[in-house]
């Protein structure tokens, strides 16, 4: 029994950064909540996207009323497929994480917030409400069929998609540009937000056990 206690200790100072390490490695669970701060900002950026082009989308076509208002009806249409487009990655995301059907670590970076994907949605979105306010303004200015009050509509229209889409791309750059020249500071800093990785043993004594054991949601 001496033999055994002093044994004990020795073998329960493991090191607890390669025991987290393994432990992150095996579990494919939390390989969708790595980068933290980065999949909530992502999160959020898409939420915004979603509501702002759902909502203006919505406005737009619930106030085409006239035959001048075929704008109103293109712009609207577009920017309401592309709010359902952005919710149905996000919800397509969320579908094969919660079925766990993807193993694979690239893949998972590439579609979980925050990574590749998102990227290019964000970018993708970008792009096309500038278009669609760049299309607006060209048209304003170009069309004389409108009325005083429809091209002024449009002109006004079309300016604010356009820096919405102008906001959103430069914003996107910003945060590219960041990342690669100042990665400390979207990164998690050290010792901070690291995950709590606790060891379940059956065979230590009542103090220690309430010091190593815990339950599996503490892991994430």
């Known amino acids: 029994m001496p033999e055994l206690s002093e044994i004990t200790p020795g073998r329960s100072s493991a090191n607890p950064s390669r025991i987290q390490q393994s432990i992150l490695e095996d579990q494919v669970e939390l390989w969708w909540f790595q980068d933290l701060k980065r999949s909530i900002l992502c999160y959020s950026v898409a939420v915004m996207l979603i509501l702002g082009t759902g909502l203006g989308g919505i406005i737009l ?3 085409a009323t006239s035959r001048t208002s075929e704008w109103r009806l293109g712009v609207g249409t577009v920017l309401c497929l592309l709010a359902l487009g952005i919710l149905l990655k996000q919800l397509l995301s969320s579908a094969i994480q919660d079925m766990n059907c993807m193993r694979n670590r690239t893949q998972i970076n590439k579609l979980r917030s925050g990574g590749l994907i998102d990227y290019l949605l964000i970018l993708i979105s970008g792009v096309i409400i500038l ?12 069309d004389p069929r409108f009325s005083a009050r429809s091209w002024s509509d449009m002109l006004i229209a079309g300016v604010a998609i356009t820096l919405s889409g102008s906001i959103i791309l430069l914003l996107l ?20 937000g690291e995950l709590n990785i606790y060891v379940i043993s059956a065979g230590t004594s009542e103090g220690r056990r309430r010091e190593v054991s815990s339950s599996t949601p503490n892991l994430i």
């Open 61 to 63: 076509l619930s106030t």
């Open 131 to 142: 278009i669609c306010g760049y299309v607006l303004i060209i048209l304003a200015n170009s």
């Open 173 to 192: 750059l910003l945060y590219s540009l960041t990342f690669k020249l100042c990665p400390h500071i979207v990164n998690r800093a050290p010792g901070r």
